[in-house]
């Protein structure tokens, strides 16, 4: 039986390949969910909706700049539009620039910031109030990350606003419990993406010694993601919210 038949389900920051987002939007329709991706790059996020679509799945995709609340207001009347509501988002559209913190600028900090925690905010805000409009609670999934449970060299910015996400899904979640709106987060290591592939190159010299830190000494998959975003999505995680779930072959254990 499909986990997730009948539900309707956004995952922001869909486009890029391999991806936490692509892979979350893909493993969904598997379940049966009607996905929504959305990304800054619209064309690549209608890309992977269309994979999804040739595959037997249902899918729709559209431009969405996660720092912009007016094209959130758009994103959440076009799905409330189309399906009168939804069940679930996942707030995964993010970015990391690795800079020592002699070498961050404020543009920098500002940027990540803006991107990785203001916008769950957006979508956190935004998907309550379909939700309580809806009546049927929902599953909240906002993507942080190990950055924001442990320290990391040069992540002085991109912790920041992981931990704010970890927190901010925290606080959230005691207020709409009662409802059935439930709000956790996901906390991936080190995971083969492109994002990563990005952070590595910008942060060489730290790529050895983070390596190091995992004692499965590898690492992640975006299925390892997906596949927990995919349970938080469900309803066997019905009696779950305000928790943080790690993914990071133990890294974390240290």
């Known amino acids: 039986m499909a986990r997730l038949t009948g539900k309707i389900a956004l995952v922001t920051g869909g486009?890029?390949?391999?991806?936490l987002g692509s892979a979350t939007a893909i493993r969904f329709a598997q379940e049966g969910a009607t996905v929504w991706i959305t990304d800054r790059d619209g064309a690549g996020a209608e890309k992977v909706a269309a994979g999804i679509r040739d595959s037997g799945g249902q899918a729709q995709a559209m431009a969405h700049d996660v720092t912009s609340e007016a094209e959130w207001d758009a994103v959440m009347a076009a799905i409330t539009a189309a399906h009168g509501g939804l069940d679930v988002?996942?707030?995964?559209a993010g970015i990391a620039v690795l800079r020592p913190i002699d070498q961050m600028t404020t543009a920098d900090w500002m940027l990540q910031n803006d991107v990785n925690l203001n916008s769950v905010f957006y979508g956190t805000q935004r998907a309550v109030a379909a939700m309580r409009k809806a009546g049927k609670g929902g599953s909240i999934i906002n993507i942080s990350s190990v950055v924001g449970q442990i320290g990391v060299p040069a992540c002085a910015a991109y912790a920041a606003a992981k931990g704010?996400?970890?927190?901010?899904?925290?606080?959230v979640a005691m207020e709409t419990a009662a409802e059935g709106i439930r709000i956790n987060t996901v906390h991936p290591g080190m995971i083969l993406t492109n994002m990563q592939?990005?952070?590595?190159?910008?942060?060489?010299a730290n790529y050895d010694a983070t390596l190091a830190l995992i004692p499965m000494r590898k690492m992640g998959e975006p299925d390892d993601i997906a596949n927990m975003n995919l349970f938080l999505a469900s309803d066997e995680a019905k009696y779950i919210t305000g928790a943080e779930f790690t993914v990071d072959g133990g890294m974390t254990a240290n």
Not at 164 to 171: A, C, D, N, Q
């Open 15 to 19: 486009a890029s390949v391999p991806g």
């Open 89 to 92: 988002i996942v707030n995964n």
């Open 164 to 171: 704010g996400v970890r927190m901010m899904s925290k606080s």
């Open 197 to 204: 592939d990005v952070a590595t190159a910008d942060n060489a």
